[in-house]
Every structure is written in C-alpha cells, then in structure tokens.
C-alpha cells in the first residue's frame, strides 16, 4: 500500500489519457489551446504498465480524464486493458459526453463502469458560451446512450459568475427531482493562464446552496454531511437523485485526500492545485525494471503535499487544468 507522510493511504489514481479536447470550456483552457505532439504523451503499452504497477502498489480505484478522454485512440482497448489488470477494483470516466453516443456501449462492454458526465447549462446558448462550441443536444444523446449502457451516471457542472449561476443551477438541481443521478456543483478552481478568469468568476457552495434552496425548497444533507469523495451531498424533498458540492475553494477536502494523478505525458501530479510532479516518464522510456518505478512511486507518493495554498494566494500556474485531468 502507498501512504504518504501525513499517513493517508493514496490509492485512487486518475489518469489523462490525452491533453487535447473536442470543446475549449472557458473555465478550462485558453482558446488558442496549444497541445503536445502526441510521441510526448505516454504510449498504451507505457500506460498499461503504469496501470498495473500502482495496482500492485494498493491502488484499487482508477478515474480516466484528460483533455477530453474519448478522444484518444484506441479508448476502448485501453479500458479493456486496465479493467483486465488484477487488483483494478473501480474503473471510471470524467467525460463532455459528446462522443458517448457511438462510445458509451463499447466502453461499458470492455468493462468501464461509471462516467461523470460535464454538463454545466441545459440551455443551448449559454452551453455554446461556456464550451466555445458545443452543443447541449450532443450531451444528452451521450448521457441517454450512457444510460442504456448500464453505465452509473453523474453529472459534473463547474458554475462561473455571469455565465450559469442563476436559474441554470436551479435547472441542473431539478434533474435530480426526476431521476436517479448525482448533479455536482464545482467550484471553479484557478490554473495557469486563466486564473485571473477564474478567480473572479467562483461562485461558492453556500451561494449555490441558497439558490436553490430558494427555488426548490430545503436541502437535506445526506450521510451527516460525511464526504462521498470528494463531494458533499444533499437531496430535496422526495427525489431519487442527490445534489453534491465539490468546493475545493471554500471547504477543501484535504485531510481525506487519498488521490494521486497521472498526467498525459507521464509525470505524477501529487496535488491538483500544486506544481509538485515527479517525472516518471523519463525513466520509463530509459529503461527502469519495475521494482525501480515502483520506488519512485511510492517515494513521490510519501511527499504528496498536504494540501493546497489557495488561501495564501499560491496558484498552480504550470499547467491548465486540461493538462493535469481534472
Ligand atoms: N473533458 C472531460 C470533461 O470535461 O468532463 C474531462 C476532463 S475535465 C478537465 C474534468 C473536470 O474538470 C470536468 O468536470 C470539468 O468541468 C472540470 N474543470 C475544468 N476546469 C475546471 C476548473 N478551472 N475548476 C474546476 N473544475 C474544472
Ligand atoms: Fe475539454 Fe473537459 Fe476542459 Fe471542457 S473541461 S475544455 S470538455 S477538457
């Protein structure tokens, strides 16, 4: 098992698979995004070691994100691949949806359990606004084609000031009154060129909450209000679905953090919102056994920082988030 030095046991990898993505969110990636050459990002031999040396290391739930994830080829031979792995326990996907419509089945045939699906607005307009050029209509094809997979659904909405944060979040929390799924709420966090952006454009969990508590009625919370990840979740009178919060920014979840992430060109990011990362690409391609990877693993996994420096103004400004896999 991998413990980092505070005596978390970090054993949820998440991993991009590519840094590219078919939408430009405005919250996510500059529009004149520039993306590595492809022979820079881990290849799918060098991934699936990778998958099955932090499986040995204890790592038993895996999270595939990126850039956008159904993008890269051969997607569906990977997840196969992974989920054949001994000892990988969860496997699941952050996707836009748009390419879940023809995906969705053979993802789930080839053993892809649960996908977050992002959907910040229903209305065309502003899903156009947010994403620089999506369509809302592709999402929903990819979230009924997800349903009809047996895919367990939740669905992701980052909310940004003046862009969705009205009657868009009283829309998404109503889903829940319908059906079965989680909506979260995540609070914009800020990332290398688009910070200033992002910093002026949070909207907190207790501002969320209000909102639609005043449109909807009470939220319950769930559990006691214990996390369910990373999320803090809550139900209105009478639904089958569940409302979360992600608030990384006004309640950091730090203390119970027990996450590592993979970025697509094979460096280990031990914090989202830190540039701390250990190379792990270079070794790999130099020829590393096993045992030697294994060993520089579990030692950048023993200097996982505790948690993140928001608070004293100290921003990730290496990479966007598009880069890291949120
Ligand atoms: N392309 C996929 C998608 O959008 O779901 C996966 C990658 S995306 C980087 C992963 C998650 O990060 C999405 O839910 C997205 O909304 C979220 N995200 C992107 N930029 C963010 C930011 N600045 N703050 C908080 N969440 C962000
Ligand atoms: Fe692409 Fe996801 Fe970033 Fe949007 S949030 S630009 S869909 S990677």
Not at 149 to 172: H, M, P, Q, S, T
Not at 281 to 294: F, Q, Y
Request: with cysteine.
């Amino acid at each position: 098992m991998a413990f980092d030095r505070f005596g978390r046991n970090i054993n949820y990898l998440r991993i991009s698979l590519t840094d590219r993505c078919n939408l430009r969110c405005v919250y996510c990636m500059p529009e004149d995004m520039t993306f590595r050459p492809r022979s820079e990002l881990l290849q799918d031999d060098e991934l699936a070691r990778l998958v099955r040396l932090f499986s040995g290391l204890g790592f038993h739930k895996f999270r595939l994100t990126g850039g956008e994830p159904t993008v890269r080829a051969n997607v569906v031979q990977l997840v196969a691949t992974m989920a054949a792995t001994p000892g990988v326990e969860k496997l699941a996907m952050t996707t836009n949806g748009l390419l879940l419509d023809r995906l969705a089945q053979p993802l789930a045939d080839a053993g892809l359990q649960r996908v977050n699906i992002s959907i910040d607005t229903l209305d065309p307009h502003k899903f156009k606004k947010l994403t620089r050029w999506g369509e809302v209509e592709d999402v929903w094809r990819g979230i009924r084609a997800a349903e009809a997979a047996g895919l367990e659904i939740k669905l992701n909405a980052v909310v940004v000031r003046n862009y969705n944060d009205g009657e868009d979040v009283v829309d998404l929390a109503r889903l829940t009154l319908y059906q079965p799924w989680q909506v979260r709420f995540i609070e914009m966090m800020p990332f290398g060129d688009v910070a200033d952006f992002q910093l002026s454009g949070v909207v907190t969990q207790a501002e969320l909450q209000e909102t639609i508590a005043g449109a909807l009625g009470e939220l319950r919370p769930v559990n006691q209000g214990v996390l369910d990840g990373e999320a803090s979740l809550f139900q209105l009178d009478g639904a089958p679905g569940k409302i979360g919060f992600i608030s990384s920014i006004s309640q950091p979840f730090c203390a119970s953090c027990n996450r590592a992430r993979l970025t697509a060109d094979g460096r280990l990011r031990l914090c989202l919102l830190r540039e701390k990362e250990v190379d792990l690409m270079t070794p790999l391609r130099a020829g590393a056994t096993d045992e030697e990877l294994e060993a520089i693993i579990k030692k950048g996994i023993w200097w996982k920082p505790w948690g993140h420096g928001l608070a004293q103004d100290v921003i990730p400004l290496n990479r966007v988030m598009s880069e890291i896999g949120g």
